[in-house]
């Protein structure tokens, strides 16, 4: 029988090719993918986290996780689909306009998707209306709004106010370097991650 923890261990190394013949021969065993993903991938990832937040593990192994964890995703994701299995949450995740840095923007999706929610990546130099056209088209529960830049937080508070003002019921949650827990209460977001481990739990506070 395909050994799930070994799946995770995989994806907390980094192990694409482990990770995808122990997810394939999970499923060919008839594992349902729900299980698959859950103590397999969510469980390193997951880990990975942890230890990201404890500064145990730095960027380039989240990077690296969450690369072995995209390329079973890719086994795994329709026969999810065909098993009915629910994301945790529907999010959508941009960098706010005249903003171009994604990297911080792109560890969060990693992070969400690890954890299981469904994420639209909508890029960078995202505008207000995008933002609250893209939280229409995909239902999202809950916005992610990145800033690096000082002089692009006002973009912030625009989108906030924007995505308030459309009446949509997703939650808002705002991060990125110059961003604090102030500023958010400031522009009225509903949620402040520091880093992208901290904004899965965030995220999941927020569908509640
Ligand atoms: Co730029 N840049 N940059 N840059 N850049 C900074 C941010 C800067 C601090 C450098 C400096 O001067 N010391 C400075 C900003 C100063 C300020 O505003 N106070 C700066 C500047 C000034 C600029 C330009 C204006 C430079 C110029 O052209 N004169 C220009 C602006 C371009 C633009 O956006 N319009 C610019 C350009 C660039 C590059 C294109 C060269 C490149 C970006 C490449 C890319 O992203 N694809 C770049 C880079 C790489 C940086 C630094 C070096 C690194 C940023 C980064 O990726 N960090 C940065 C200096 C630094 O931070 N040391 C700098 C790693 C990343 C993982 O961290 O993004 O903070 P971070 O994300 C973290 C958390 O913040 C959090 O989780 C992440 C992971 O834990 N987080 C969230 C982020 N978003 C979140 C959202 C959430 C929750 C948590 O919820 C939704």
Do not use: C, W
């Amino acid at each position: 029988m395909a050994d799930l923890k070994a799946l995770a261990d995989a994806v907390i190394k980094g192990d694409q090719k482990t990770a995808m013949e122990i997810t394939t021969a999970a499923l060919d065993e008839g594992t349902a993918p729900g299980t698959v993903l859950e103590d397999g991938l969510i469980a390193g990832m997951n880990y990975i986290g942890v230890r990201f937040k404890a500064n145990e593990v730095y960027i380039p192994e989240v990077l690296i996780a969450a690369r072995a964890m995209k390329m079973a995703m890719e086994i795994l994701e329709p026969k999810l689909a065909e098993a009915g299995v629910k994301p945790l949450g529907r999010a959508i995740v941009g960098t706010v306009a005249g903003d171009l840095h994604d990297i911080g923007k792109n560890l969060v999706i990693m992070m969400l998707k690890g954890a299981g929610f469904h994420v639209t990546d909508i890029g960078v130099d995202v505008s207000s209306d995008q933002f609250v056209e893209q939280a229409k088209a995909t239902n999202a529960q809950v916005v992610g709004l990145s800033a690096l830049l000082t002089t692009t937080m006002p973009a912030m508070e625009q989108a906030v106010k924007a995505l308030k003002d459309s009446g949509i019921a997703a939650k808002v949650m705002i991060g990125g370097a110059p961003v604090t827990q102030g500023y958010a209460d400031k522009i009225g977001a509903d949620g402040y991650a520091a880093d992208a481990a901290s904004a899965v739990d965030i995220a999941k506070t927020l569908l509640n």
